[in-house]
C-alpha cells in the first residue's frame, strides 16, 4: 500500500475483533489484517488497484473490501516459484451482503 501512495498508520494490537466490529466486517469475510481508508473497512490482502478503484467510484452502499484467507500471491503474500491463486475481492454492505468488486491473479486485475 505505501508502494501505491497510501500514508500507513500501523497500530498492532492485542485483538482486532473490537476494531472490526466497528468496521462492520461480516464474521466470515474476516482474515490477518484489518483497516480503514477513505471511510471504507479492509480486510485481509486487498490489492492496491482495488482501493484506488473504491475511492475513485465511491459505490453506494458499500461498507468495505475483504479478501478472505490469504491466496498465494496477493499482496505481502507472494511464494517464490509458487503460481499466484486467482482470487476475489468481495465487496460487502452494511446488512452483510456481498460481490464480487474485483478479480486478481496475483496482483494483477483478470
Do not use: K, W
Not at 48 to 71: D, Q, S, Y
Not at 91 to 106: L, Y
Request: glycine residues 14%.
Amino acid at each position: 500500500m505505501r508502494a501505491a501512495g497510501f500514508p500507513i498508520e500501523d497500530n498492532v494490537v492485542r485483538s482486532v475483533a473490537a476494531a472490526r466490529r466497528v468496521l462492520g466486517t461480516p464474521p466470515d469475510l474476516l482474515s490477518c489484517h484489518a483497516g480503514l481508508v477513505g471511510g471504507y473497512a479492509l480486510e485481509g490482502h486487498v490489492p492496491a488497484a482495488a482501493v484506488t478503484r473504491l475511492l475513485a467510484e465511491r459505490p453506494a452502499g458499500i461498507r468495505g473490501l475483504a479478501v478472505p484467507g490469504m491466496p498465494v500471491g496477493s499482496p505481502g503474500m507472494e511464494v517464490p516459484g509458487q503460481a499466484p491463486d486467482t482470487y476475489d475481492v468481495l465487496a460487502f454492505d452494511a446488512r452483510g451482503g456481498r460481490s464480487v468488486f474485483m478479480r486478481f491473479r496475483g496482483g494483477t486485475p483478470v
